[in-house]
């Protein structure tokens, strides 16, 4: 009987040590480190980069299958030449007018959409209205990929953003609350997101 109160109390000493330990690591892991902090921030940078290259690949990929397309095209008997040479030069400006991480203000972003939108309604024009078209398989298979692409643009932008929101708010907490230098947070600043 005494062996088992003995026991009992170690047990409840051996608790009371334990909860009392992970309470001291829960609080340091409340209050990171300015290292940890910049860590994390990386990791957070990390991804946004992640989304941002998935979303540019597949608008590549879009406009490279616009170009398939309007190669497609081209081998059908009777297209319109002139109108194909237009439409070729149009798509392969489209990736010059794209935003990048730094320029992408609503009236970038806007311009950009408008003028993809105004290439693929035009592209599908000439594609709809080019007589043998339905002969060529691969150009009904090519227009769903690139409307598929399309669609998936909004998806990205929203992913894209959800980690620039989590990299705004730890740059936010860093530069008030945490002991980092001026030196590491030199070059550091709020990256812009899709969001008006």
Not at 21 to 29: A, D, I, L, R, V
Not at 34 to 62: R, Y
Not at 121 to 140: H, I, M, S
Not at 143 to 156: C, K, L, P
Request: aromatic residues 6%; negative net charge; contains cysteine.
């Amino acid at each position: 009987m005494k062996i088992n109160s003995f026991l009992v109390a170690l047990l409840l000493a051996l608790t009371v040590i334990s909860c009392k330990e992970n309470s001291e690591k829960k609080t340091e892991k409340s209050t990171p480190s300015s290292s940890a902090a910049l860590a994390h921030l990386q990791a957070l940078e990390d991804s946004c980069s992640k989304a941002w290259n998935m979303m540019i690949s597949s608008d590549d990929q879009k406009i490279k299958d616009l170009e398939r397309l309007l190669q497609e095209i081209s081998y059908i008997p009777g297209h319109n030449e002139q109108e194909l040479e237009r439409l070729s030069t149009l798509v392969k400006e489209l990736s010059k007018k794209r935003y990048t991480p730094e320029t992408m203000t609503s009236p970038a972003i806007d311009a950009y959409d408008q003028a993809t939108d105004e290439a693929l309604r035009q592209v599908f024009d000439l594609k709809r209205n080019t007589k043998g078209v339905e002969n060529y398989t691969l150009t009904a298979e090519l227009e769903t990929s690139i409307r598929e692409a399309d669609g998936m643009v909004v998806n990205y932008r929203v992913l894209y953003d959800r980690w620039v929101h989590q990299y705004n708010e730890s740059l936010e907490k860093i530069q008030t609350t945490t002991e980092v230098s001026d030196e590491d947070r030199q070059g550091l600043k709020k990256k812009l997101t899709f969001e008006i």
